[in-house]
């Protein structure tokens, strides 16, 4: 059986712009993108190493970035992991995260070999 995929990346991503879009595209369903817009590589992420000099400047605050990265983590895990179907109405696109209402986070979804996003 196919495990859950989630695969979220920046706009603003200079490093490694195209490989989000490939990862998600040979993933079987159900999976999940989650686009970030205006975030850089490791912007988004809680761990940086050697390489973050080459990340490129990004249009949201390193912890604005985090915060909306951490939302659609807790709703993928609760989720699939808790069995909290409620919360991947977010990761489908059909609704937002409570505190991300104001903003547009394009979200790409398919489930159980359907496709669904925004």
Same mark, same amino acid.
């Given at each position: 059986?196919?495990?859950?995929?989630?695969?979220?990346?920046?706009?603003?991503?200079?490093?490694?712009?195209?490989?989000?879009?490939?990862?998600?595209?040979?993933?079987?369903?159900?999976?999940?993108?989650?686009?970030?817009?205006?975030?850089?590589?490791?912007?988004?992420?809680?761990? #940086? =190493?050697?390489?973050?000099?080459?990340?490129?400047?990004?249009? +949201?605050?390193? @912890? %604005?970035?985090?915060?909306? &990265?951490?939302?659609?983590?807790?709703?993928?895990?609760?989720?699939?992991?808790?069995?909290?179907?409620?919360? #991947? =109405?977010?990761?489908?696109?059909?609704?937002?995260?409570?505190? +991300?209402?104001? @903003? %547009?986070?394009?979200?790409? &979804?398919?489930?159980?070999?359907?496709?669904?996003?925004?």
């Amino acid at each position: 059986e196919p495990r859950p995929v989630l695969v979220v990346r920046g706009t603003a991503d200079p490093i490694s712009a195209s490989v989000p879009a490939t990862l998600y595209g040979r993933a079987r369903a159900p999976k999940h993108l989650v686009t970030l817009p205006g975030a850089s590589h490791f912007g988004y992420t809680t761990s #940086l =190493g050697l390489a973050e000099p080459l990340d490129g400047p990004a249009e +949201l605050p390193r @912890r %604005e970035q985090q915060a909306i &990265a951490m939302g659609y983590l807790a709703a993928f895990f609760n989720g699939y992991l808790r069995d909290a179907r409620w919360c #991947l =109405g977010a990761l489908s696109g059909k609704e937002a995260l409570e505190g +991300l209402e104001a @903003r %547009e986070i394009p979200v790409s &979804a398919e489930t159980a070999g359907r496709g669904a996003g925004l």
